[in-house]
């Protein structure tokens, strides 16, 4: 647990989610220097996925790319790139799916990568997902070095890349962009780079519906500095592995001392920035289909929507009371398993931003409505959740953490392999 720390050097044993002020962070290009083995055990991880796809598409007649280029959302993101918005699917029952429901980052990346490569919509997603893909990892380690030690962050990146849905990292989809954005965004909060949070959580507000994650981790740390005063910064732990801190670059507050000056003008102006993405997108549909709830309209032709988890749990309860009794106590574990570790969290004392970014993507997965096969995939932005684990892998000796992470990372690509060879998540 980190401690906060004065600016005379005194600890005042207060814990990380008082979130008193800015962690001690080094310089970003520093720790992108550092997260090297992060960056390649993260690629590892997700090569072993790839070559196993490969294996069982070779003895199953079917094209890893086209597996994982032209499935599924891949599909609508791909339409958009190359002919815009405006593709509306009329279904029996009324169900109207429209292509509004999809945020353009994403696609506009994928039409100008396109337009200068010689590479379909479908293929540049899955450039966009590589590279993200390794921003995301890169973030993770700074933020689990920042919270926990090198090792922290290394493990932290592997585990994300080894989650059980992890395939969706590498297909032409939205989830490794916006955890990248997000990631980044969260890890310029704790630092106290509040324009670049607030810039980067815009970014991620035009990626996904869920960037209103990042925006309240801005918005709230923020609340929280102005109320209780920007006091002393917090210290990392100083792990043998390492190396000590550098002072940041902004100026350290007195105890109860709130921001002021160049520091409060630049967190206002992140603050001010953080919504604008998401926002500005909502507000566009609004006007293209005429209606102030066109967006919540175009989700409702989905079947999207939240109701506190009202249909989630009726058709968990459908399950456990049918045939599917089994499907329904193991949809009830792993909701059980991710509470949890938000718990954890939480008694742990992770940092303000992390609990308020992770907690609200934890919340709008849980609440939604809709196909619930894709639950597991909303939550993999929710890389706080993995910390304690992390933590806990971390504290392992070497070998056996190796072991540890090789043995998940290698259940994660069957399971990543099965699931794209399927109809959808089982």
Known sequence: MTDLVSPSGIRTGAPAAAYGGPLRGRAVPGVLRRAAPALLVYAGVRALGVVVLAVWGLSDGKDPLTLLSARWDSLWYARIAEHGYGYTLHLSGGRVHSDLAFFPLLPSLERGLSAVLPLSAGEAGLVVSAVASLGAAGALFAIGELCHGRRAGIALAALWAALPVGVVQSMAYSESLFTALAAWSVYCVLTGRWVWAGSLAALAGLTRPVGAAAVAAVWITAAVLLWRGAVAYVAPPRGR??????????????????????????????????????????????????????????????????????????????????????????????????????AAGVRRRQPLPLLVYGGVVLLLALTAKGYFGSKPRLMLPAFPLLLPLAAAVARLRTVRAAATVGAVALASAVYGAFWLHGSGPP
């Open 241 to 342: 592995d390492q190396p000590p801190t550098v002072p940041s670059r902004h100026t350290a507050q007195g105890s109860g001392a709130k921001p002021r000056g160049r520091q409060l003008r630049r967190m206002l102006l992140g603050v001010t920035l953080a919504p604008l993405g998401w926002l500005g997108y909502v507000a566009w549909v609004g006007v293209r289909t005429g209606s102030v709830t066109g967006y919540l309209d175009v989700q409702g032709g989905w079947g999207n929507g939240f109701d506190g988890g009202l249909a989630f749990g009726r058709f968990v309860g459908g399950l456990l009371g049918g045939p599917g009794f089994a499907g329904g106590l193991a949809l009830l574990a792993g909701v059980g398993l991710v509470l949890w570790l938000y």
